[in-house]
């Protein structure tokens, strides 16, 4: 029988730039806690988290990890995270399920290009965080140069919760500061103060707060997101660990179940089985979900629950339900995706990264393995949504990407875990189209031209931008085939559905968006029915098969324009290169937003196309030895200039006939 859940549950993240040492750290807190015998190693590819033969490989964490630990009354649930930028989309996935998080640094490298990226990402969704300066016992590990790199590139907002000796040699360590240290007291109070006004007051009046009143307020700031208590010490040694778990105890919130809410929850990642089923990831915030239960997917049919597990003493068991506050496995759900909400979560937007910008077609080095190959991007698709996994009328597969290093991954994953060799052609930048104007099209019952027993009429017009592909049904009723469908919304639904399949690729093989297609006509027929619309009854085969003939038509009248994404992105570069890093931008055309200096750092905002977004990542480096960073987020579409861009492996592009 498992053991009975803790009082309180805690989901801590674990954040970091690559090799900074986040696995490791992970491992000593699961040995600490008594969960494992022996911390494992990255480099001997022994960790519990990193489970992925090429993330053993590679030494990097690529997929969101789960594992828990006992601390106090409370159960933490820990999700280690890549550190990659090309795997930023997972980081975020990971956010919105987190209670809390641990920011790691290295004491010798300190604040890194990912870091800033990461902590930027906690501080907007108001993750409260701690931060641990990891690698003490690394030559040429310097805390006190690192506090001074936070306060002036990530926060001010720091309280350093003790001191490190002997750095530089194994036998370095980490003495946390008494709460009646004086000393401590003293910069404690000045740091609160910073955010309360009563007790800058009572500071400047000489009234002394005592320490269990600074511990409280403590306590809240850094729950508010306002203050970050910083630790540090040496994952591979074990010190500091010690505070840091005591840390994670007194300053990051808990959560107790509570199971009289409705349900609500989030998929933050699914695996495959040993038989190849779907295993989802969910944080519940509410209520609880069990087995046999039946749960509503957003847009897609229910599934119900074959299985449930949550993580107690070391491993994965078999449980009855997964409760509010709790991170859980259900098995079951075959329709499930990441990112899906449960319950009263379906309601809610749980995106917050730009989506990616690059394609690139993959092949099979064996011909033969075209359908297997076809087969894994789908399982992936379902782990991975955003690689957007599509198939070109040169029937060679396209995955949507981040980067190249996600890419390289992608092509590793297919050959060690399916035994497929693949190759990738150049990646290009997706693009959208959007309507140029009106136009209409109808394929009526009983003509020549049609062999199907339905009419539609469709009209597609310009939609606000940004309001993605809209449909509205303006036809009556009763000429709906409501036999077949059961009610108008029903058919409407049935009818949309063909339609977006079809205008997934526009004139020149780019998604349609930004447009409005509304439903004009509609007929069925039947033996007894007038003569324009007698003859067999019309079964949905002959809706599906009229609808996209009428949209690709209609949308030929209307006429496209490809548009081209364009984001808003910051680059944090050294006050010194921040004029050649404009220059250089500015000659590509971008937009400089606003530009802001904060000690030695230069920040640039700019709107800039995402074909040049991939070229200014590579010369970034170069541009400002190696110290500047970017992120971007996605800033709507733009018109191409010039000739119209043909997706990569679209053949079906033609002149659009004149409307």
């Known amino acids: 029988m498992p053991a009975q859940p803790a009082a309180r549950s805690l989901n801590l993240g674990i954040l970091a730039h690559v090799d900074a040492g986040k696995t490791t750290l992970t491992e000593r ?25 090429l993330e053993r490989r590679r030494g990097i964490t690529i997929r969101a990890a789960v594992v828990a630990f006992p601390l106090d009354e409370t159960t933490v649930n820990v999700v280690d995270t890549p550190g990659h930028p ?8 990971v956010l919105g399920v987190l209670d809390g998080a641990v920011l790691v640094l290295s004491a010798v490298e300190g604040v890194q290009p990912q870091t800033r990226i990461l902590m930027g990402a906690l501080q907007r969704l108001r993750v409260p965080t701690l931060l641990f300066v990891n690698k003490i016992d690394r030559a040429g590990a310097d805390v006190d140069g690192v506090l001074e790199a936070i306060r002036r590139r990530l926060t001010p907002d720091l309280l350093p919760m003790g001191t490190p000796a002997g750095l530089g040699s194994r036998a370095a360590t980490f003495t ?36 269990d009143q600074l511990l409280a307020q403590a306590v809240v700031q850094t729950r508010a997101g306002v203050l970050h208590p910083v630790f540090a010490g040496s994952a591979a040694t074990g010190a500091g660990v010690p505070e840091l778990m005591a840390g994670i105890a007194a300053f990051l919130p808990g959560t107790r179940p509570d199971r009289s809410g409705p349900p609500s929850g989030r998929v933050f990642k699914i695996e495959r089985g040993r038989a190849g089923e779907k295993v989802a990831y969910v944080r519940m915030f509410s209520g609880s979900v069990g087995v046999r239960q039946r749960l509503a997917l957003p847009g897609r049919r229910a599934g119900k629950i074959a299985a449930v597990e949550v993580f107690e003493n070391g491993a994965w068991v078999r449980g009855d339900a997964v409760e509010a506050g709790r991170i859980g496995r259900l098995a079951g759900l075959v329709d499930v995706r990441v990112g899906d909400g449960l319950g009263a979560a379906g309601r809610e937007d749980g995106h917050h990264f730009a989506p990616p910008t690059l394609e690139a077609s993959v092949t099979a ?104 592909l809209l449909f509205r049904t303006d036809a009556p009723a009763k000429d709906m085939p409501l036999y077949l469908f059961g009610s108008v919304e029903g058919f409407s639904a049935a009818v949309e559905k063909h339609v977006r399949r079809e205008l997934a690729r526009g004139l020149y093989g780019w998604q349609v968006t930004d447009a409005l297609v509304t439903m004009t006509e509609v007929a069925y027929s039947t033996a007894d029915g007038p003569p324009s619309e007698r003859g067999p009854t019309s079964t949905s085969l002959d809706y599906r098969k009229v609808a996209p003939v009428v949209a690709r038509r209609a949308l030929e009248h209307a006429r496209t324009r490809v548009c081209e994404p364009v984001l808003r992105v910051v680059v944090e570069v050294p006050a010194e290169d921040a004029a050649a890093v404009q220059r250089v931008v500015t000659r590509w055309g971008a937009e400089l937003l606003g530009q802001t200096g904060a000690g030695d750092l230069t920040r640039l905002e700019v709107r800039l196309v995402a074909t040049r977004l991939h070229e200014l990542q590579r010369q970034l480096p170069d541009l400002t030895g190696g110290e500047g960073t970017l992120e971007s987020g996605f800033d709507g579409y733009d018109p191409v200039r010039g000739r119209q861009p043909v997706r990569l492996g679209w053949v079906g592009a033609a002149e659009p006939v004149a409307g």
Do not use: K, M
């Open 29 to 53: 807190l699961l040995h600490l806690a008594g969960v494992i015998d022996e911390p494992g190693s990255v480099d001997s590819g022994t960790t519990r988290t990193d489970s992925l033969a």
């Open 86 to 93: 090309d795997f930023i989309a997972e980081v975020e996935r």
């Open 176 to 211: 946390a500061y008494r709460p009646d240290d004086g000393g401590f007291r003293e910069t404690e109070t000045l740091a609160l103060a910073e955010h309360d006004d009563a007790l800058l007051a009572a500071y400047v009046e000489g009234r002394d707060p005592t320490p």
């Open 365 to 468: 080095v064996r011909r033969e393995q075209g359908p297997a190959l076809r087969q894994a991007l789908a399982q992936l698709a379902d782990q991975d949504p955003l690689i957007g996994v599509r198939t070109g009328d040169d029937g060679l597969p396209t995955v949507s990407l981040y980067g190249r290093v996600q890419q390289e991954v992608l092509g590793s994953t297919l050959a060690e875990d399916y035994g497929i060799a693949v190759e990738f052609a150049d990646a290009g930048v997706l693009h959208v189209e959007r309507p140029r104007g009106r136009g209409e099209a109808v394929v009526r019952l009983n003509t020549e031209e049609n062999p199907y027993q339905a009419t539609i009429g469709l009209r597609i017009e310009p939609g606000t931008p940004g309001s993605g």
